[in-house]
T-cell receptor
Framework: EAGVVQSPRYKIIEKKQPVAFWCNPISGHNTLYWYRQNLGQGPELLIR????????DSQLPKDRFSAERLKGVDSTLKIQPAELGDSAVYLC?????????FGSGTQLSVL | SQELEQSPQSLIVQEGKNLTINCTSSKTLYGLYWYKQKYGEGLIFLMM?????EEKSHEKITAKLDEKKQQSSLHITASQPSHAGIYLC????????????FGKGTKLTVNP
C-alpha cells in the first residue's frame, strides 16, 4: 500500500513569490494534517481536515497561508507571498484512527 | 497548551551500546507516540503507548509510559548505525490524535 505522497520534494523560491505544496494521503484515511517543522524543532500543526472540512486551522497564518482539500482526498497548501521565515519542512500526514502516517515532506527555502 | 521536553537533545554512542531517551510532558498524557526521522525526511512511526505502565518493543527498541510521572522513555539495546536519526515524541492530552504535540527531538549518532 502506498504511503502519504508529497510533492515537490524540494522548493527554492525568492521572497514574495507564491508556492504550493501537494499531498495525497493514504487511501481511506479521512483525517489529513499539515505540519510545519523548523530546523531543530518538532513539527507544529498548521491545519487538520476531517474529510473536506478544516476542523482545526487555529495555527494557520491566514494572511498568507491557505489550504484546501477538495473531494476529501488530495490537499494543497499555499503560501502567498512567501517570507524568509517560511523556510521550513512542510509535512503532510494522514490517519484513520490514532496513528499518524507522515509523508517525506517538502523542504522549502525562501531566499 | 501541552509541552513536551526531550532529553538529551543529542546523543553520541558507540555501536553496540545501550541508550535511553526521555520525554516528559507538562500535562496528563493520554497517548504518547514515538517517531524516528532521518534528516530532511518525514517521520516514521515507531510505537504508541496509551496506558500507564504500558511497555512495547519492536526489534531492539523498547518504549515505556509512566503515567504518574507524565513521562515516557525509549530504550535502544545494542545500538547500530541504522538507529541513527532524530527521535521525536508526540503526545495528546485528550482522546484521539487530533491535538498531537511534538517535542523538539533527540538527535542520535551511532559511531561504528
Amino acid at each position: 500500500e502506498a504511503g502519504v505522497v508529497q510533492s515537490p520534494r524540494y522548493k527554492i523560491i525568492e521572497k514574495k513569490q507564491p508556492v504550493a505544496f501537494w499531498c495525497n494521503p493514504i487511501s481511506g484515511h479521512n483525517t489529513l494534517y499539515w505540519y510545519r517543522q523548523n530546523l531543530g524543532q518538532g513539527p507544529e500543526l498548521l491545519i487538520r481536515y476531517e474529510n473536506e472540512e478544516a476542523v482545526d486551522d487555529s495555527q494557520l497564518p491566514k494572511d498568507r497561508f491557505s489550504a484546501e482539500r477538495l473531494k476529501g482526498v488530495d490537499s494543497t497548501l499555499k503560501i502567498q507571498p512567501a517570507e524568509l521565515g517560511d523556510s521550513a519542512v512542510y509535512l503532510c500526514a494522514s490517519s484513520l484512527r490514532e496513528k499518524l502516517f507522515f509523508g517525506s515532506g517538502t523542504q522549502l527555502s525562501v531566499l | 497548551s501541552q509541552e513536551l521536553e526531550q532529553s538529551p537533545q543529542s546523543l553520541i554512542v558507540q555501536e553496540g551500546k545501550n541508550l535511553t531517551i526521555n520525554c516528559t510532558s507538562s500535562k496528563t498524557l493520554y497517548g504518547l507516540y514515538w517517531y524516528k526521522q532521518k534528516y530532511g525526511e518525514g517521520l516514521i512511526f515507531l510505537m504508541m503507548l496509551q496506558k500507564g505502565g504500558e511497555e512495547k518493543s519492536h526489534e531492539k527498541i523498547t518504549a515505556k509510559l509512566d503515567e504518574k510521572k507524565q513521562q515516557s522513555s525509549l530504550h535502544i539495546t545494542a545500538s547500530q548505525p541504522s538507529h541513527a536519526g532524530i527521535y521525536l515524541c508526540g503526545a495528546t492530552n485528550q482522546g484521539g490524535s487530533e491535538k498531537l504535540v511534538f517535542g523538539k527531538g533527540t538527535k542520535l549518532t551511532v559511531n561504528p
